[in-house]
């Protein structure tokens, strides 16, 4: 059974950081691509940041790109989202979800956890 579990979201002022954990319960956690995305109140789920199965390749959002950093520890079946210079506008609800493909839209991924939510204060 494949479980997805998010940590490490908060609260924090404009300017600061955060790093969220996603805790994979999957039986070969190195063949699934990881990705993460976000949904913010009254809109639509949207892509953030997404690895290969090995990390050696990685997309962003453009609206993240240069802030946020995406990676994964194969040995402790975990991925990871840096995020540095929050915005208000990053405030959302964080998922980590899982693919065996790789891609940056939603229907690509097979696999969620329930989020965890970091808000931005200005």
């Known amino acids: 059974q494949v479980q997805l579990v998010e940590s490490g979201g908060g609260s924090v002022q404009a300017g600061g950081s955060l790093r969220l954990s996603c805790a994979a319960s999957i039986r070969t956690f190195s063949r699934y691509a990881m990705g993460w995305f976000r949904q913010a109140p009254g809109k639509e789920r949207e892509f953030v940041a997404a690895t290969n199965w090995s990390g050696g390749s990685t997309a962003y959002a453009d609206s993240v790109k240069g802030r946020f950093t995406i990676s994964r520890d194969n040995v402790k079946n975990t991925v990871y989202l840096q995020m540095n210079s929050l915005k208000p506008e990053d405030t959302a609800v964080y998922y980590c979800?899982?693919?065996?493909?790789?891609?940056?839209?939603?229907?690509?991924?097979?696999?969620w956890g329930q989020g965890t939510q970091v808000t931005v204060s200005s």
């Open positions: 979800a899982a693919t065996l493909g790789f891609g940056v839209v939603t229907t690509e991924y097979d696999y």
